[in-house]
């Protein structure tokens, strides 16, 4: 089992990537600090108080909620909107607290998984920078897939969670009613929206007994606090800015559904309409910018990528795009700022190592393009663009 020590140095690697997918930290700070204060109460009401803690909501639209094994802890937009109630959130909170005080996703995390992923980064079939390769790149979320680095929870540990979370919640003064609501908010979102809850219930696997338990713990082992409040309004009020995007974010995850069927049009005229209700929507711009890329439009994915980055310049995953989407366009010069934004945003990815080699190479600095991609070959050697590294030092005279 990992040590206190490297559950945290794990969590402090990995958890950035998995933000940045989901387009990064919600820029809202009173809604962060509020998420934080109620996770926090609840964490000093577990079995790991001395766990460094944190909770923040992403950006992302899709329903899912996760935590790292040192306690970083988020929330999507997507499943925040859904919510009603403080209690609730302190379920959804709770449950998450759960795995890492049972230690679930440091079992589930300490198998190298980092190394695999960053190793293989966004490893699309990539022997050049053309746009079939790139847009199947761009479809896993600039670099780091949709869910890559969460832990895969099996039934047990959603069960150990689930009464874990419950047992917290309730000592911090909340209704255990607040679980149940959770439970049926996402068998409801499981029936109606299935696309946009697929990674929450492959990561932690949901079942109709999961809100049956929570039901017969409520009415029973915590029946003495059903009556305890759930704060509806405080929660209301405190995602109100929130919750007036739900259209938006309900926009993006139809849009992001029809990318996934490939259809393109579909997605592009969704996006559109959630632009025109919020034309500085990180999420939106972002979502809008892949979309172009699938299209084969580079230069459209890049003005979207440019506005995106304008909007949250201290998010790495719209420099990744531009970056691409101007390796694309042959403007070798561009590309390679953004991939240095991108690694000083971000910084431990190898892919970032092969794409400046590209560049450089497109701008003919053949010297400094081998030094690149000997760097890259350090850390990877298998898969496409290793091999396609490993070809232009021994083309080039570095490798006999």
Known sequence: MMSRSQEIALDRQQAPFQFSADYGVIQDQRLNGYLNRVGLE???????PDMPFSFRGVNAAHINAYAFPGGSIAATRGILVELQSEAELAALLGHEIGHVCARHAAEQMGKGLLVNLLVAGASAATSSAGHESTAELISRLGGIGAGALLARYSR?????????????????????????????ILLRSGEHNPTAIELMFATHPMSRERLETARQNARGRYRAMIDNPDHR???????????????VIKAIQKAE???AGKQLDRAEELLRTALDQAPEDYGALVVMAKCQFLRRQPNEAASYARQATRVYPDEAQSHWLLAMASLAEQKYGQALREFDEVDRLLPGNPDILFYRGRALEGMQRRE???????????????????????????????IR
């Not at 609840?42 to 790991?48: E, F």
């Open 42 to 48: 609840l964490a000093r009401r577990s079995h790991r």
């Open 233 to 247: 309004q405080r929660y209301l009020d405190h995602t109100a800015s929130l919750r007036r995007l739900k259209p």
């Open 257 to 259: 559904t029809a990318m």
């Open 368 to 398: 400094e393009a081998a030094r690149a991609y000997a760097a890259f070959l350090g850390q990877v050697r298998q898969g496409d663009k290793a091999k396609y590294a490993y070809a232009r030092l021994r083309e080039w005279g570095y």
């Open 156 to 184: 047990n540990d959603e069960r150990e969670a689930d009464a874990l979370g419950m047992e917290y919640m309730t000592r911090a003064g909340y209704t255990p009613l607040g679980m149940v609501g959770l439970m049926e």
